[in-house]
């Protein structure tokens, strides 16, 4: 099946700094969603990217469809950004999504 | 904006036990999901509903589990047997016809 992988792991930020998270993919796609999971395990949707550059406040996304990866910037972090960050890939069928493993992210004041 | 739910938020049941985790999809979507996630791990597919019948499982998704939508509205996992490992967080998705999918905020399953 399609392998998804998510770099960094970790991530620690002071309050302000500027990021990129990246996700690879093995094969075509026709879905790649971003998630925010928050301290109370909720998933929260950030972007539907599976190509293109979207922009949502500080934070934005780029899907290179053709060389199989995607980026999440987040800029100018707050404390409040702090949490896991998946990215999670469809393919045809029953477009089960397939997750990554995670960037969890760490913002200190 | 139209949302997922999900019942109950936290669910504590005793090894053995049957237990029902309940989902109202979006109401216009078609396809569904169970997604679940042991704590600290990625989440992973366990089953995708369309039409009325399951159309994908995964390895997880054994005999012990089984999915419905008794009506027009809920869609319900039950476990018919908890065992320790089933501990974890479940999340139900429904899907609309962008591919983009739509989670509900996951019920805790906590099996002592």
Redesign the interface.
């Known amino acids: 099946g399609i392998q998804v992988e998510q770099s960094p792991p970790d991530l620690i930020l002071q309050e302000g700094a500027n990021s990129t998270l990246r996700c690879n993919f093995s094969d075509s796609v026709n879905n790649l969603q971003w998630f925010h999971q928050n301290p109370w395990g909720q998933l929260i949707n950030l972007f539907y990217i599976p190509s293109g550059t979207k922009q949502n406040g500080r934070l934005s996304a780029t899907t290179v469809a053709t060389e199989r990866y995607s980026l999440l910037y987040i800029s100018s972090s707050q404390t409040t950004d702090s949490g896991v960050y998946f990215c999670a890939v469809s393919q045809g069928g029953s477009e089960k999504l397939v997750f990554g493993k995670g960037t969890k992210l760490t913002v200190n004041p | 904006e139209p949302e997922v739910t999900q019942t109950p938020s936290h669910q504590v049941t005793q090894m053995g036990q049957e237990v029902i985790l309940r989902c109202v999809p979006i109401s216009n979507h078609l ?1 569904f ?1 169970w ?1 679940r ?1 042991i704590l600290g ?5 366990l089953v ?1 509903f ?1 039409n009325n019948e399951i ?2 499982k995964s390895e997880i998704f054994d005999d012990q589990f089984s999915v419905e939508r008794p009506d027009g509205s809920n869609f319900t996992l039950k476990i018919r047997s908890t065992k320790l490992e089933d501990s974890a ?1 479940y ?1 139900c ?1 429904s ?1 609309d016809n ?6 509900g ?2 019920t ?1 399953l906590t099996v002592t």
């Open positions: 396809y999901y997604y996630q791990q990625k989440v992973e597919f995708s369309y159309s994908e967080m999340f998705a899907l962008s591919y983009e999918q739509y989670f905020p996951g805790r």
